[in-house]
């Protein structure tokens, strides 16, 4: 087809996404015949929407745009080379798409690689890392199996953790979608058991972790910072999860002098009946009391503890038998990490159980999106801008 | 019990309480009630105590969780008789209160430390106490057995 206005009739009938391999033809034509001014700005806006489809679908052909470069004739000079630049800048940004993908893939690899090696080490107790206690008294040199095999719990336990997040993620996505499609109660039940089964299976790991390194538990190193500073016997503190649900429900907790709560009831879509407000400020003052009573035996260990260590002469320089002692008390603090886990798991436990599937379900939502909170805030923290040195 | 009263710590004494059983052979002249550790130990007495307390807890000496354990209790207003275990003992005390649980649904045979008894019946350990707490059953329990008046 030769004339222009044939073919520029057609292209109107096209619509926006014709292929490329249309472009050329009807440009081709259209460069011969001379071009009528009129047409030319809805022309190029044509081309322009086609460029930007064919960026999208990642057209890696450079053919078309060879042609407009060889041939600019004058009428329509700038606008070939706008469209040239284009079609330049496009090209450009595929390839560095593409570049970034295989690096990806290729990161991903190294990382598949990675966790089997570590996986592998583990087994056989041969990972070398960490290096937290190395060279005290040549208690633990530097290739011991047993410390060595510690290193590998902690690395498998936050390998898993990193997992967990990512999944308690979705999850949260998936019950804050459901809440506002207003799915049935028996397919929430199912998301709340998930939500809570998945807590369930933090803790376990944990237990496992602090039998590799209680200190590393107690210390909260897997957590950002900010979640490190709310930190209660190795996590959070189950007096404050209750907080955060009831404010999220219908409370806000005004005073609490006495043993007495002054409360503001806040109207939300379900709101608490009053046998479930009673209910859930026993809870309150249960879980209170547990974790005061853990809180006091914390510190008892503690004073044990820097007794055992303090114990004999100060500043002789021989203490071998001393902290033969205290090592043994520090099983002890393993049993604390298990006992405020549990506790975590009660009342968690009994939350659920006091609460509507429907309650339940925007509890958990609300506690984990808290935590994601702050986790970013975390990240905000160490990525704040600062005054230049 | 509005007041916390401080709460009895029981030390087992060589030949000591009124229970005259088999093991208390030696009778050592003039022990004060802090002389463990010599000759036989009687812990006959073990049995006599978990019926006469309505709450007691059994816990090896300077056991942290024991010391959870009682802090609850105490912070509920109960007064817990708390029974400190040697080391030495340790198996002896186990033994006898085996044979007291014995006859009720035994659970794994042999207690563990920290071991709750109420109303003569062994309760269970620290877990089992923050989970009834939790959940809001303890202070019945602990009303029926006697260890708490409201």
């Not at chain 1, 022309?43 to 041939?71: F, M, R, V, W």
């Not at chain 1, 590998?152 to 967990?164: D, K, L, Q, S, T």
């Given at each position: 087809m030769n004339s222009s206005s044939t073919h520029f009739v057609t292209s109107r009938r096209m619509g926006i996404y014709e292929p490329l391999h249309q472009i050329s033809t009807w440009g081709e034509s259209f460069k011969t015949n001379g071009c009528p001014n009129t047409s030319a700005s809805t022309i190029?806006?044509?081309?322009?929407?086609?460029?930007?489809?064919?960026?999208?679908?990642?057209?890696?052909?450079?053919?078309?745009?060879?042609?407009?470069?060889?041939?600019?004739?004058?009428?329509?000079?700038?606008?070939?080379?706008?469209?040239?630049?284009?079609?330049?800048?496009?090209?450009?940004?595929?390839?560095?798409?593409?570049?970034?993908?295989?690096?990806?893939?290729?990161?991903?690899?190294?990382?598949?690689?990675?966790?089997?090696?570590?996986?592998?080490?583990?087994?056989?107790g041969l990972y070398i890392g960490g290096g937290l206690d190395a060279g005290h008294l040549g208690f633990s040199g530097a290739v011991n199996s047993a410390h060595t095999k510690n290193s590998a719990g902690i690395a498998a336990f936050e390998m898993e953790y990193g997992h967990w997040v990512e999944e308690q993620s979705s999850q949260i996505c998936e019950l804050r979608t459901a809440l506002h499609a207003h799915i049935s109660d028996v397919e929430l039940r199912i998301l709340v058991e998930t939500a809570m089964n998945h807590y369930f299976n933090l803790f376990r790991m944990k237990a496992n972790a602090a039998k590799a390194d209680v200190f590393y538990m107690m210390s909260g190193m897997w957590k950002t910072s900010a979640e490190r500073f709310f930190l209660w016997i190795g996590g959070f503190r189950p007096s404050e999860l209750l907080k955060i649900q009831l404010v999220f429900l219908d409370f806000v907790f005004l005073t609490e002098g006495e043993g007495r709560l002054g409360v503001v009831l806040v109207p939300q879509l379900d709101p608490l009946t009053d046998q479930q407000i009673l209910d859930v400020c026993n809870l309150r003052q249960s879980c209170q009391q547990a974790e005061d009573a853990l809180t006091q035996g914390m510190e008892k260990l503690q004073q044990i503890l820097a007794e055992a260590v303090a114990a004999g002469q100060l500043g002789e320089g021989s203490y071998i038998p001393q902290l033969a002692t205290a090592l043994e008390k520090l099983e002890a603090v393993v049993s604390f990490v298990n006992q405020a886990d549990h506790l975590r798991q009660e009342t968690l436990q009994q939350m659920v159980r006091i609460l509507t599937v429907r309650q339940a379900a925007r509890g958990l939502l609300a506690l984990g999106e808290y935590f994601q909170r702050l986790r970013a805030l975390s990240s905000l923290w160490a990525t704040r801008p600062r005054e230049p040195a | 019990m509005?007041?916390?009263?401080?709460?009895?710590?029981?030390?087992?004494?060589?030949?000591?309480?009124?229970?005259?059983?088999?093991?208390?052979?030696?009778?050592?002249?003039?022990?004060?009630?802090?002389?463990?550790?010599?000759?036989?130990?009687?812990?006959?007495?073990?049995?006599?105590?978990?019926?006469?307390?309505?709450?007691?807890?059994?816990?090896?000496?300077?056991?942290?969780?024991?010391?959870?354990?009682?802090?609850?209790?105490?912070?509920?207003?109960?007064?817990?008789?708390?029974?400190?275990?040697?080391?030495?003992?340790?198996?002896?005390?186990?033994?006898?209160?085996?044979?007291?649980?014995?006859?009720?649904?035994?659970?794994?045979?042999?207690?563990?430390?920290?071991?709750?008894?109420?109303?003569?019946?062994?309760?269970?350990?620290?877990?089992?106490?923050?989970?009834?707490?939790i959940s809001g059953e303890l202070v019945p329990i602990l009303k029926k057995a006697g260890a708490l008046w409201l």
């Amino acid at each position: 087809m030769n004339s222009s206005s044939t073919h520029f009739v057609t292209s109107r009938r096209m619509g926006i996404y014709e292929p490329l391999h249309q472009i050329s033809t009807w440009g081709e034509s259209f460069k011969t015949n001379g071009c009528p001014n009129t047409s030319a700005s809805t022309i190029a806006e044509l081309e322009a929407k086609l460029d930007n489809q064919s960026e999208d679908t990642s057209h890696g052909t450079p053919g078309p745009s060879d042609k407009y470069d060889q041939e600019a004739t004058k009428p329509v000079d700038k606008v070939q080379r706008r469209l040239a630049q284009n079609r330049e800048a496009a090209r450009k940004s595929r390839l560095r798409k593409k570049a970034y993908v295989q690096e990806l893939e290729s990161s991903r690899v190294k990382l598949m690689q990675l966790e089997q090696e570590l996986e592998r080490a583990r087994q056989q107790g041969l990972y070398i890392g960490g290096g937290l206690d190395a060279g005290h008294l040549g208690f633990s040199g530097a290739v011991n199996s047993a410390h060595t095999k510690n290193s590998a719990g902690i690395a498998a336990f936050e390998m898993e953790y990193g997992h967990w997040v990512e999944e308690q993620s979705s999850q949260i996505c998936e019950l804050r979608t459901a809440l506002h499609a207003h799915i049935s109660d028996v397919e929430l039940r199912i998301l709340v058991e998930t939500a809570m089964n998945h807590y369930f299976n933090l803790f376990r790991m944990k237990a496992n972790a602090a039998k590799a390194d209680v200190f590393y538990m107690m210390s909260g190193m897997w957590k950002t910072s900010a979640e490190r500073f709310f930190l209660w016997i190795g996590g959070f503190r189950p007096s404050e999860l209750l907080k955060i649900q009831l404010v999220f429900l219908d409370f806000v907790f005004l005073t609490e002098g006495e043993g007495r709560l002054g409360v503001v009831l806040v109207p939300q879509l379900d709101p608490l009946t009053d046998q479930q407000i009673l209910d859930v400020c026993n809870l309150r003052q249960s879980c209170q009391q547990a974790e005061d009573a853990l809180t006091q035996g914390m510190e008892k260990l503690q004073q044990i503890l820097a007794e055992a260590v303090a114990a004999g002469q100060l500043g002789e320089g021989s203490y071998i038998p001393q902290l033969a002692t205290a090592l043994e008390k520090l099983e002890a603090v393993v049993s604390f990490v298990n006992q405020a886990d549990h506790l975590r798991q009660e009342t968690l436990q009994q939350m659920v159980r006091i609460l509507t599937v429907r309650q339940a379900a925007r509890g958990l939502l609300a506690l984990g999106e808290y935590f994601q909170r702050l986790r970013a805030l975390s990240s905000l923290w160490a990525t704040r801008p600062r005054e230049p040195a | 019990m509005h007041q916390a009263l401080p709460y009895r710590t029981w030390v087992p004494t060589t030949g000591g309480g009124s229970s005259a059983g088999p093991s208390s052979a030696t009778i050592e002249p003039s022990d004060g009630p802090m002389n463990p550790g010599v000759g036989m130990k009687d812990v006959t007495c073990v049995t006599k105590m978990v019926s006469e307390n309505a709450v007691i807890v059994f816990g090896r000496r300077g056991c942290c969780m024991c010391h959870v354990v009682m802090r609850l209790l105490l912070g509920l207003g109960v007064n817990p008789t708390v029974f400190e275990v040697d080391e030495e003992d340790e198996a002896a005390v186990v033994d006898e209160l085996s044979r007291v649980i014995a006859g009720e649904d035994a659970k794994e045979g042999r207690p563990q430390f920290p071991a709750v008894f109420m109303g003569g019946q062994l309760f269970g350990g620290l877990e089992r106490v923050m989970a009834t707490h939790i959940s809001g059953e303890l202070v019945p329990i602990l009303k029926k057995a006697g260890a708490l008046w409201l």
